[in-house]
């Protein structure tokens, strides 16, 4: 405290204590006598202008309130009339949309009715017609020639007939000819043949079993005919190719296809199930009409690629022995259910594709052992399908099926309704004409055994009837089709009319929602505006007798300074009299001769003696007045130092301290305040938008990383690779190369508007890993570019900054190799050159070594043979230059951040195509098309352009010791750009919070939030650079990150922190100034507190010292103009002490108890403790409605209660919520202290840390029921 001569001024006639400011305004203007000043009272007067004018303005308030709330009543009840009219319209108008979706259901079905019959009669006719043509078919098909095989033997005088030259001397004529259904020369492709199987599957889809045999001898081509090649289909992808476009044509919503495929190897008239090995739990099915039949598995397929994957399997199954597959039969059934939910219809068909051994096994000259039984059992089984099938055509009564196991499995598929082709493959080569001749007669035996048709005019009936046939199933199938697309129609328009309803429904919901949301709001206006109401009633009443008390306050103070005025002007005429009598005795005794002395000794003793009694009288007083003082000052000392420490205790939980970051703060100032000019802190007008908006931006810059399953598993594995566990450097390889490619696969699947999440969840763990494993050079560089390429794509995708970059043309990379560069230029003469500047770098383009080939006159000679023109001819290149090539691009990109910018900016497809583009205009030698390609389907300049973008990918990603690879090196920079970009942002955002003037201290917490906000950001962007750097260097290295200058910032941080907590302090005493009136020594203390508070003043910027001025202000003023009243020297000191601390509320943790009082609502009332261990409870202020909102009251203990009567009683009871007055108030005086008891207890021992002084009231006999 303050030494007491520095805090009051002496004067010669009196004393008076120092006043603040306002008391000095009030001396100023009055004027008074100085010796009058020592003895006045200061009170503050209230103005009874001011209180009218605040009493119009609330009235005016309530006015507008009930206009305003009258004004939205009526709005409601239009919106609801509104509303319900609304919704009556889209009720009747979905009932009329259901009754037109109820027809056009019906009508669908209808149609699905009259569609089906039709298709019945469609399948019915076609099936006529194929079978007029015959259900055994014979072709014919000869593969071509070979380089070596010299001349065909081969003719075809007709698409009918095959003439074999036998070259007999003996015979008469040397040719012989075979007549088959159709004969294909070597010049027929898989297409055309197709056209005439096409009948066969359309058979198979209207549920008829049907077979295709392949036969001939080895080297035949009935492999090709049936699987064909990777660019030209064989007969098994294009018959399932057939059966699923028929089957989508043919499909309606009522109707299904089902297709699934069985596979089976015949060898030694055993079985083998070419699919059991797939490890799936596949369906079984038996094969077969005659036991024992053979049970396989059946594996569904719904697409042609499903029916590509399995046949690969079963081939792969069936091996690639080829002595063991020329001994042994392929059979690929598919296997093809329909059902129609509308007729009940089902059918099962199958479609069996078999590929039989190979014919010369007829031939047993150089053969034995196991070989000659597996000749013999293919042997047999060919010989009994020749048998079979010349049975079924000769219509024999008696079929042989059960001599072989071939014609057991497939007897369903033989015969009867079903449809069988032979199709007979032969070379046409003389080395193979015995085999050829073998493989007709074959085929002829059972061609000839089919009954002729008969002559020309029988033949020419038929052709007739198979005519009308087609013409009648033309127009069923126009029909069919009319319906489809009527049917069609009514889905669209059932469709339509659903979406009619979903948009009606959202309507509907979206005004029940606006509805439901209006009513709410009004209901909640009017309770608060009921609430207002009550509260301002309560305001206005407190005020009069505000007004009445300071009124009667001032009548009173005006009588005593009346009173004190006349008493000094009394005592100042005495004085002066008695300073008269001195004087005149002083002059006396001076101008008086010494006559004598005992005379002369006499007066001046007179005279001495009445100044002496004068001079002791006012010492006296003086005295009285310093010890009064002295009192007084010593009180004022104790309540200041009471109410700093129990502020310190509520402010201490509430707060953490700020000493340690304002020193650093301070620090910081000091630094700056040396290093440059003095800080400006000049007040700018403050902008609550502005504010706001820099709230808003440092909050939605602020966002977390969202965590998914996916990239929970990849951060996981990625941090969990430890390449010491592997053996060899292939192993590690391998696992490093999977776990990225895991990477690049999960980035792919999560689609674009989610591959930014998943790439910054998994960043710091895809980063570490490679800078882990990248010196041990065992990744494949390309995985390394493509997930470097992903990040920084995102950092642009999020940068327009980076966006904005231009880079040099590919023209600058690439020149040739003997000539120079072409049309290359360095980036410092380049128009587009980037922002992103490499010092001293200049750009080397690539050399692409190509030289046209020099041809040879065997070149020439075989260009000839082939037919191709040599003026057209274009140079190729080899595999081995490809590799040399991209070995080079590699080796040229390594460490190119010039070219790693090039990549990033560039899309591959538009770089390849300027690659390209520059390769076809500086090497016109090179091919341009597939075509002129020898044996491949890519151009030559693909070739080339695929070969430098791969070796530049390769070497992009390839690290460079001790530097890392040169995207990590450009993702590096672009990283340091985009974070300093948002650093100077923050600093943007920080310096304008920074200067702006703090108004009430909701805008001081919102611009200390706002200022630790960004603070906390730019220590996050600054921890993320600094790992940044230490992820995308090798050896750890990198230029340090510098700390930004904050130190304007950091001040104002510090001064918004202490004014933070200043306007806590005047808030809290302003609170305690909400009662009727204060004692003399509680006003006193607040006001000495508020002293306080303007002394802490100059730790504040001046930009913060209007609002702490214009707080501490109005504190004053409502201390002030709170009604005072005398100290009461209570008779139960601990009543007074525990009712004086009612504020005292701060309560670390509430607990809720219900009382259930038999009413529809309980009472609910929330207890807790202070830090001066009393029971504070926290309810509604009402129970019935308006409940008034909770308030938060300090329970006096029972003892306050012990010698109070009832009245007292509910007068203390009144201050509390009305939930515990209701629960603790009896009849009596007694009932009532021994209900408050227990209820007491109930609620203390509900709070653990009074649990304690529960037991100790109880040992004392505070809680003892007074009734008992």
Known sequence: MADPRNRWKWEVTGFEPRKSSSFDADDQQRTTPPLARRYSISTSSVSSHSLSSKVQRLRNNVKLARENYVELRQEATELQEYSNAKLDRVTRYLGVLAEKTRKLDQAALDSEDRIAPLISEKRRLFNDLVTAKGNIKVFCRVRPLFEDEGPSVVEFPDEFTIRVNTADDNAVNPKKDFEFDRTYGPHVGQAELFNDVQPLVQSALDGYNVSIFTYGPTNSGKTYTMEGSNHDRGLCARCFEELFDLANSDLTPMSRFDFSITALELRNEQGRDLLLGSGKNLPKIQMGLFEPSIELNQEKVDNPLDFSRVLKEALQSWGDDALKLNVSHLIITIHISYSNLISGEKLYSKLSLVKLAGSEGLNLNDDSG?????????????????????????????????????????????????????LVTVSPAATSLTETISSLNFASRVRNAVPSLGNRDTIKKWRDIANDARKELYEKEKEVQDLKQEVVGLKQALKDANDQCVLLFNEVQKAWKVSYTLQSDLKSENIMLSDKHNIEKEQNSQLRNQVAQLSQVEQEQKMQLQQHDSTIQSLQVKVKSLETQLNEA?????????????????VQAVGDADSSSVTRKLEEELKKRDALIERLHEENEKL?????EK??????????????????LQAGNDNANNKGPPMDTASVPSATGKTDTSVALVRASSKEVKSTPAGEYLTAALNEFDPHQDESLAAMSDGANKLLMLVLAAVIKAGASREHEILAEIRDAVFSFIRRIEPRRVMDTMLVSRVRILYIRSLLARSPELQSIKVS????????????????SSRGNSPGRSPVRYVDEQIQGFKVNIRPEKKSKFSSVVLKLRGIDQETWRQHVTGGKLREITEEAKSFAVGNKSLAALFVHTPAGELQRQIRSWLAENFDFLSVTGDDALGGTAGQLELLSTAIMDGWMAGLGAAMPPNTDALGQLLSEY?????????????????????????????????????????HKRRKILQQMRSDEALLTLDGGGTAVQNPSTAAEDARLASLISLDSILKQVKEIVRQTSVKSLSKSKKKALLTSLDELTERMPSLLDIDHPCAKKQIADARHAVESTPEEDDRVESHPSRSAELGSLGETDVAQWNVLQFNTGSTTPFIIKCGANSNSELVIKADARVQEPKGGEIVRVVPRPSVLENLSLEDMKQIFSQLPEALSLLALARTADGTRARYSRLYRTLAMKVPSLRDLVGELEKGGVLKDVRS
């Open 370 to 422: 196991d070989r000659v039984t597996e000749l013999l059992h293919a042997m047999k089984s060919l010989s009994v399908l020749g048998d079979v099938l010349s049975s079924l055509t000769s219509n024999k009564d008696t079929v042989p099926y059960e001599n072989s196991l071939l014609t057991k499995v497939l007897a369903d598929s033989l015969g009867d309704t079903a449809k069988t082709l032979l």
């Open 647 to 664: 502020a310190s205790l509520v402010v201490s939980p509430q707060m953490p301290s700020p000493f340690p970051r304002a020193a650093n």
């Open 809 to 824: 043309p590919v023209e600058c990379f690439l020149e040739r190799a003997n000539s120079g560069r072409s049309r290359s």
């Open 640 to 644: 200041f130092d009471r109410l700093t």
């Open 975 to 1015: 990283t340091k750009r985009v974070y300093t970009s948002q650093l100077q942002h923050l600093k943007d955002i920080a310096g304008t919070l920074a200067t702006e003037e703090a108004e009430e201290p909701a805008h001081v917490a919102k611009l200390r939030s706002a200022l630790e906000s960004v603070d």
């Open 586 to 602: 002083l002059r006396s005794n001076e101008t008086r001769p010494k006559l004598g002395t005992d005379p002369g000794n006499g």
